[in-house]
């Protein structure tokens, strides 16, 4: 049987890593595990809030079908990925974020290790001693085994932030280090997405120099592995939860929002230094995955497929699109999204978009959009695209191959108007498909 390795990050953006295009010098342990296995461009998270997402993820449902749509613990009767594992012999663990997959008994983890005995969910150190006790475990009990490290890096509040200082104690700050490296704004370019002002700058320095410290947690991890000698026989993942807390990010259904840094090695099967960048994929696709590596019946009605045939070069049809939605803020407040996606347009509807109602969440704290709203005064642009992130439109409509940012928004557009009818046609019938509780109410409307 095969082990496996799932490694998550908490809201980092799917372009960070230089392997993904990011700063050269931002993630050396994930662009490492990169170079030795498989990585996808087009994979997704199917919803960009954390606990839906991991819900989804270990449930292989849609956040409706499961529960899961905000923070609230996945239906009864649902299973998770931890049955079939625990039924092939498997030892279970997690590290850091357990609560944020509920309920926390449900899911019979063997080891569970949160985030206050992570030193906050920050301390390489910490979880190379989790990751060690867990594996020295396994190999006393002769069991393969399933380990979940979930770093909570780079999420909110970021190192050096003001916040950070507010609002953890100076004994708890104690608990983590610094990250092996420091970015400051003067060497950081802002994502196009967001205004490049300097507040945004400074707080983006933040935000990788957080990265760097996930990236840290990665090679502690990494390197128990290693140094276990199970390399060999073990699946080992990184993906993130869903994308940066920053405006246009994290908690919507944007390019940005749901699209995610995978990294696949699996010995034997997948080819070092390969990359699929053609097909889409969705984090509902490794549940499967899991079952296949640990040689376990695929339960009927999964809303995803293995990755094995993608990860053996195979190409596979269907994987021309992909779907995201969104429905909750940790906030409990209901901003209803859902978006379809292809290699050159994403359509999203905003079921909440009246005009009226103005969006508010996470992403929101921090310097970023403080600074948007500042500047709106001398700057119409800015003043613009912060008004429109308040109320949105009831349809947005983006060609990615020219404004992958999501800048401007086709979907008023006369001469986009057959491209609309058929995003809106795709969108329906996948609403269908999945029983989407908003199918009346999008039919109606779109």
Not at 8 to 19: I, L, V
Not at 22 to 44: K, Q, W
């Amino acid at each position: 049987m095969t082990n496996i390795l799932l490694i998550t990050a908490d809201d980092m953006d799917g372009n960070t890593p230089g392997s993904f295009g990011g700063p050269h010098d931002a993630t050396p342990n994930l662009d490492r595990l990169a170079a030795e296995g498989m990585i996808f461009r087009r994979g997704h998270v199917p919803a960009a809030v954390c606990q839906p997402s991991r819900s989804a993820l270990m449930t292989g449902l849609w956040p409706h079908r499961n529960g899961a749509e905000g923070f609230e613990p996945i239906n009864e009767g649902i299973g998770v990925i931890n049955d079939l594992l625990k039924a092939e012999g498997y030892l279970t663990g997690i590290l850091g974020k357990v609560k944020h997959l509920q309920p926390v008994e449900r899911f019979g983890w063997d080891t569970a290790v949160d985030m206050a005995e992570l030193g906050m969910g920050r301390n390489p150190e910490a979880y190379e001693r989790g990751t060690a006790q867990f594996l020295e475990r396994a190999a006393a009990e002769g069991r393969p085994w399933f380990l979940m490290a979930n770093a909570h890096d780079p999420h909110r509040p970021f190192h050096g932030s003001e916040v950070e200082r507010e609002r953890w104690t100076e004994e708890q700050r104690a608990q983590y280090p610094a990250p092996s490296k420091v970015f400051t704004a003067d060497e950081v370019k802002v994502p196009g997405f967001l205004p490049d002002l300097p507040d945004a700058r400074t707080e983006y320095a933040e935000y990788l120099s957080s990265a760097r410290r996930c990236d840290d947690v990665v090679g502690a991890v990494l390197g128990v592995l290693e140094r276990s000698a199970t390399a060999e026989d073990t699946l080992v993942i990184f993906l993130s939860d869903n994308g940066m807390a920053f405006p246009f990010a994290k908690a919507n259904c944007y390019l940005r929002s749901t699209l995610t840094p995978l990294i696949v090695r699996w010995p034997g099967v997948t080819t070092a230094g390969s990359e699929d960048t053609e097909s889409f994929v969705n984090m509902l696709d490794l549940f499967p995955t899991f079952c296949e590596a640990a040689g376990a019946k695929v339960p009927e009605g999964l809303d995803g497929s293995s990755l094995a045939p993608l990860l053996r070069r195979q190409h596979e049809e269907g994987r021309d699109r992909v779907f995201t939605v969104f429905h909750e803020t940790s906030a409990k407040n209901r901003y209803e999204m859902r978006c379809v996606q292809d290699a050159r347009y994403g359509y999203i509807w905003n079921a909440w978009a009246d005009g009226e109602t103005k969006y508010k969440a996470e992403n929101m704290h921090g310097l970023t959009w403080n600074a948007m709203l500042g500047a709106s005064a001398n700057d119409a642009a800015v003043k613009a695209r912060s008004d429109f992130y308040l109320t949105r439109s009831p349809e947005e409509l983006y060609d990615l191959t020219v404004d992958a940012d999501c800048l401007h928004n086709l979907a008023e557009s006369p001469e986009f108007s057959g491209i609309l009818a058929d995003k809106r046609s795709t969108l329906a019938q996948w609403m269908a498909e999945t029983v989407d509780p908003l199918l009346s109410a999008f039919s109606a409307k779109a």
